[in-house]
């Protein structure tokens, strides 16, 4: 199986306030209706519980840590996470959270019986986000562009 990660939107993650504290928290995967066989995630949960974060995107390769982990659990109806937050996240980009895993076995038929979790993603993802990709583009055309040409044209 490949190593690389793979990214899929959170299927119910909300922002909560626990006295006075922000938790990011819910179920990022739902077993029903999903490519992923119940009890996919329980070793990963298990294993790599304290490991898991929650993490802002800033770049492709650059990732912040915004919560650190308080429960990874694999329950019956899924893969359930709750993250203490020291850093706000809106309601908005808690609504597109997604769940960073690299598979590790399917079975015969494409499903997947296990994941190794590897973090939630906040914010935009510049590897799927257009202007973040087009901005990223512009940043190094500008930064890589000669210093002085006479007539040249400037892209931003």
């Excluded at 993490?55 to 203490?84: C, I, K």
């Excluded at 973040?132 to 583009?137: S, Y």
């Amino acid at each position: 199986m490949p190593k690389t990660l793979v990214y899929r939107t959170a299927d119910d993650l909300h922002v909560v306030d626990d006295a006075g504290a922000l938790v990011l928290v819910g179920f990022v995967v739902r077993y029903e209706g999903s490519p992923f066989a119940p009890g996919a995630f329980a070793r990963s949960s298990r294993e790599r519980a304290h490991k898991v974060t929650a993490a802002r995107h800033v770049d492709e390769r650059v990732r912040v840590p915004v919560g650190r982990p308080v429960t990874v659990e694999d329950r019956p109806e899924g893969l359930w996470l709750a993250f203490a937050l020291v850093e706000a996240v809106t309601t908005e980009e808690a609504g597109a959270a997604r769940l960073a895993y690299r598979v590790v076995r399917t079975d015969d038929r494409g499903v997947v019986t296990e994941d190794a979790v590897d973090h939630v993603a906040i914010g935009s993802d510049p590897s799927r986000d257009r202007t973040a990709r087009l901005n990223r583009l512009l940043t190094l055309t500008r930064d890589s562009a000669p210093a002085s040409h006479e007539g040249a044209m400037s892209l931003v």
